[in-house]
Protein backbone atom coordinates (compact mmCIF):
# COMPACT_ATOMS: atom_id res chain seq x y z
CA UNK A 1 0.00 0.00 0.00
CA UNK A 2 1.24 3.41 -1.14
CA UNK A 3 -0.28 6.83 0.03
CA UNK A 4 0.19 9.81 -2.56
CA UNK A 5 -0.45 13.55 -1.56
CA UNK A 6 0.11 16.02 -4.43
CA UNK A 7 1.34 19.53 -3.81
CA UNK A 8 2.17 22.63 -5.91
CA UNK A 9 -0.69 23.47 -8.46
CA UNK A 10 -1.47 27.00 -8.97
CA UNK A 11 -2.80 29.51 -11.01
CA UNK A 12 -0.52 30.96 -13.40
CA UNK A 13 -0.02 33.26 -16.68
CA UNK A 14 0.52 31.52 -19.69
CA UNK A 15 4.32 31.01 -20.53
CA UNK A 16 4.96 30.07 -16.85
CA UNK A 17 6.19 27.68 -14.77
CA UNK A 18 4.86 25.19 -11.82
CA UNK A 19 6.26 22.28 -10.14
CA UNK A 20 4.31 19.61 -8.88
CA UNK A 21 5.52 17.53 -6.02
CA UNK A 22 4.42 13.92 -5.26
CA UNK A 23 5.25 12.44 -1.59
CA UNK A 24 4.46 8.97 -1.13
CA UNK A 25 4.53 6.88 1.99
CA UNK A 26 6.38 4.06 2.56
CA UNK A 27 8.98 2.71 2.52
CA UNK A 28 9.35 1.13 -1.01
CA UNK A 29 8.74 4.02 -3.18
CA UNK A 30 11.62 2.86 -5.34
CA UNK A 31 9.96 -0.25 -6.52
CA UNK A 32 6.81 1.63 -7.89
CA UNK A 33 6.31 2.32 -11.10
CA UNK A 34 4.91 6.20 -11.09
CA UNK A 35 3.45 8.75 -13.66
CA UNK A 36 1.43 12.00 -13.50
CA UNK A 37 -1.97 12.60 -15.18
CA UNK A 38 -4.25 15.17 -15.88
CA UNK A 39 -7.87 15.41 -16.36
CA UNK A 40 -9.70 18.84 -17.83
CA UNK A 41 -13.98 19.27 -17.46
CA UNK A 42 -15.37 16.87 -19.17
CA UNK A 43 -12.36 15.13 -20.70
CA UNK A 44 -11.05 11.90 -20.24
CA UNK A 45 -7.81 11.11 -17.37
CA UNK A 46 -4.82 11.57 -19.97
CA UNK A 47 -1.35 10.29 -19.21
CA UNK A 48 1.38 13.58 -18.62
CA UNK A 49 4.61 12.09 -17.99
CA UNK A 50 5.37 8.46 -16.49
CA UNK A 51 8.71 7.42 -15.32
CA UNK A 52 10.02 3.89 -14.64
CA UNK A 53 11.54 2.15 -11.66
CA UNK A 54 15.07 2.84 -13.35
CA UNK A 55 13.91 6.33 -14.26
CA UNK A 56 13.14 5.52 -17.58
CA UNK A 57 10.61 8.10 -18.73
CA UNK A 58 7.86 9.06 -21.30
CA UNK A 59 6.04 12.21 -22.15
CA UNK A 60 3.00 12.76 -23.91
CA UNK A 61 3.65 14.69 -27.41
CA UNK A 62 1.61 17.80 -26.40
CA UNK A 63 4.09 18.31 -23.09
CA UNK A 64 7.22 17.02 -24.79
CA UNK A 65 10.19 19.72 -24.38
CA UNK A 66 8.36 21.64 -21.83
CA UNK A 67 7.55 19.08 -18.94
CA UNK A 68 10.43 16.70 -17.19
CA UNK A 69 9.30 14.23 -14.55
CA UNK A 70 11.85 12.99 -11.86
CA UNK A 71 12.00 10.85 -9.17
CA UNK A 72 13.85 10.74 -5.58
CA UNK A 73 13.54 7.82 -4.20
CA UNK A 74 15.67 9.03 -1.50
CA UNK A 75 12.99 11.25 -0.45
CA UNK A 76 9.73 9.27 -2.01
CA UNK A 77 9.50 11.78 -3.93
CA UNK A 78 8.24 12.43 -7.61
CA UNK A 79 8.43 15.68 -9.44
CA UNK A 80 6.89 17.60 -12.65
CA UNK A 81 8.71 20.53 -14.04
CA UNK A 82 6.29 22.65 -16.16
CA UNK A 83 7.64 25.39 -18.59
CA UNK A 84 6.49 27.07 -21.40
CA UNK A 85 2.60 26.72 -19.67
CA UNK A 86 -0.25 27.06 -21.65
CA UNK A 87 -4.31 27.52 -21.20
CA UNK A 88 -4.60 23.95 -22.57
CA UNK A 89 -2.40 22.52 -19.90
CA UNK A 90 -5.22 23.45 -17.34
CA UNK A 91 -6.59 20.74 -15.59
CA UNK A 92 -6.37 18.45 -11.86
CA UNK A 93 -3.33 17.06 -11.93
CA UNK A 94 -3.12 13.40 -10.58
CA UNK A 95 -0.20 11.57 -9.15
CA UNK A 96 -0.26 7.99 -9.93
CA UNK A 97 1.56 4.76 -8.62
CA UNK A 98 1.59 1.32 -9.45
CA UNK A 99 4.24 -1.91 -8.25
CA UNK A 100 3.38 -4.54 -11.21
CA UNK A 101 3.27 -3.41 -14.36
CA UNK A 102 4.85 -6.38 -17.42
CA UNK A 103 5.95 -4.60 -20.68
CA UNK A 104 6.12 -1.00 -19.20
CA UNK A 105 6.56 0.45 -22.40
CA UNK A 106 3.63 -0.58 -23.71
CA UNK A 107 1.09 -0.04 -20.52
CA UNK A 108 3.26 3.14 -18.65
CA UNK A 109 0.45 5.31 -19.81
CA UNK A 110 -2.71 3.26 -19.32
CA UNK A 111 -4.53 5.07 -16.49
CA UNK A 112 -5.89 1.56 -15.93
CA UNK A 113 -2.40 0.37 -15.17
CA UNK A 114 -2.47 1.70 -12.17
CA UNK A 115 -3.88 1.19 -8.65
CA UNK A 116 -2.56 4.12 -6.34
CA UNK A 117 -4.34 7.64 -7.13
CA UNK A 118 -3.48 10.60 -5.22
CA UNK A 119 -6.22 13.48 -4.81
CA UNK A 120 -5.15 15.64 -7.23
CA UNK A 121 -3.53 19.33 -7.34
CA UNK A 122 -5.57 22.40 -9.57
CA UNK A 123 -3.46 23.74 -12.13
CA UNK A 124 -4.77 26.75 -14.09
CA UNK A 125 -3.20 28.68 -16.95
CA UNK A 126 -4.84 31.87 -18.16
CA UNK A 127 -3.87 33.40 -21.39
Known amino acids: QVQLVESGGASVQAGGSLRLSCIAS????????MAWFRQAPGQKREAVAV???????MNADSVKGRFTITRDNAENTMNLQMNALKPEDTAMYYC?????????????????????WGQGTQVAVSS
Open 96 to 116: AAEPHMTDYLRYACDLTQYNY
Open 26 to 33: GSTFSTYF
Open 51 to 57: IGRAGLT
